[in-house]
Structures are given as structure tokens and as C-alpha cells.
């Protein structure tokens, strides 16, 4: 029989080693104008980060949501928004 000491309620902790001591100092900062303690914005930025998928997530997601548009058409309305190319042998 296998007994697990912490169930999923439990809070999990993470530690973080050999932070600069610049980006330790940006935190400390970034805290402060939001009023709020390091841990709490870590807390919350890791919390933002866990929500959005993953870039492999999100480039399987938009591969399949595919707008009919094709390259060619992209790279016209996008010559045709900047307008002619200026001359290159000036």
C-alpha cells in the first residue's frame, strides 16, 4: 500500500538558484510599484504564464485554423499598403 503524504490542496514551492543580482533587483522593483511582495508577483506572473499555451500549442492551433488566404495574396495587400519599392540604384 502507498500512502502520499500531500494531496493535490497541498501548496507547491518552487526555488529558484543563481539569480542575478539585476534581475532579482527589477523584481524587487516591479513588486513595489505593484504594491505587492516578490513572491506574490512571482506568484502571479508564473500563473499568467501556466494559462497561455505553449508556442508548440499555439502553432498547432493556428495551423489548423487556416484563413484561405495565401501567400501570395499577403504579400501583395502588404506591397500594396507600403506602396512601390524605392529604387534601389540610387
Not at 518552487?14 to 511582495?37: F, G, K, M, N
Amino acid at each position: 500500500m502507498h500512502l502520499c503524504m500531500y494531496d493535490d490542496s497541498v501548496p507547491k514551492t518552487i526555488q529558484i538558484r543563481d539569480l542575478d543580482d539585476d534581475v532579482y533587483a527589477a523584481l524587487v522593483r516591479r513588486a513595489a510599484e505593484a504594491d505587492i511582495t516578490v513572491p506574490e508577483l512571482l506568484r502571479r506572473e508564473a500563473t499568467r504564464l501556466a494559462s497561455r499555451p505553449s508556442m508548440a500549442e499555439w502553432l498547432e492551433r493556428t495551423r489548423r485554423h487556416s484563413s484561405g488566404i495565401t501567400r501570395a495574396e499577403v504579400l501583395a495587400a502588404l506591397d500594396e499598403q507600403r506602396g512601390p519599392w524605392p529604387d534601389a540604384g540610387d
